[in-house]
């Protein structure tokens, strides 16, 4: 099942391409994601169909997002059956736990033609065989000011600039990961002016399994800098 569960959650992924849900730096409730899907339809249809602004581009990309979230839940509900995927998901939203045990930098890594840096991560996430979870970095200043998102593509639905892993379905129970990446290009580490910068940031191990997402683990900060030429 778990085999079959992972080719159907991949399925979807290449279908949807990078439009996985990421909106994991706030607690959203069922109003405020009504809320929000509106937002994005409207902005599907007013803005991204017209121009190809940076404001469209993100109104698509995070409408995406949510259907994509919705997609994969339902795929495990029909995998599991509605009576299991509830009492899997009461349990899960209960009792799941999870450690971040190691974060570590590889920089000057080309990825699709991109330079950038590799961000990986070991975790273990407990007592959630079967659901989907990921991690998600999230970038600031060197002074604590969140780094602030200027095109719409590495972001939160707040703004800040953020990336994340794929959608991860553990295949235990209790499953060690040792080593998952995220990469984010140079570029989308946005300043308005050039010269050095620093930056730090931290990994969140996310639960997107119940109705809203739950950040189950933290990172300590990393630090780095950037020259912005």
């Known amino acids: 099942m778990q085999k079959t569960l992972r080719q159907k959650i991949s399925n979807i992924e290449r279908k949807a391409g990078n439009f996985i849900y990421d909106v994991l730096a706030t607690d959203v409730n069922k109003k405020d994601l009504a809320k929000l899907v509106l937002a994005g339809i409207l902005g599907l249809g007013l803005v991204g169909c017209v121009t190809p602004t940076a404001a469209g581009r993100k109104n698509i990309d995070f409408f995406g997002r949510i259907i994509t979230r919705t997609v994969i839940e339902e795929s495990v509900k029909k995998e599991l059956g509605n009576n299991d995927y509830q009492k899997r998901g009461n349990q899960t939203i209960n009792h799941t736990t999870g450690e971040i045990h190691s974060v570590w930098m590889n920089h000057n890594i080309y990825q699709n033609g991109e330079k950038g840096m590799n ?33 719409g593509i590495k972001t939160t639905h707040n703004g800040q600039v953020a990336t994340k892993s794929e959608v991860l379905i553990p295949n235990y129970k209790n499953t060690h990961y040792k080593d998952v990446n995220m990469f984010i290009p140079y570029n989308q580490l946005d300043f308005p002016a050039s010269g050095k910068h620093n930056l730090k940031f931290h990994v969140n191990l996310i639960d997107f399994s119940g109705n809203t997402p739950r950040h189950l683990s933290r990172s300590g900060w990393n630090h780095f800098w950037i020259n912005n030429q």
Do not use: E, R
């Open 119 to 151: 961000i990986h991560t070991q975790f273990t996430i407990y007592n959630h065989q079967g659901f989907p979870t990921n991690l998600a970095a999230y970038f600031y200043h060197k002074n604590g000011g969140k780094l602030m998102d200027v095109d």
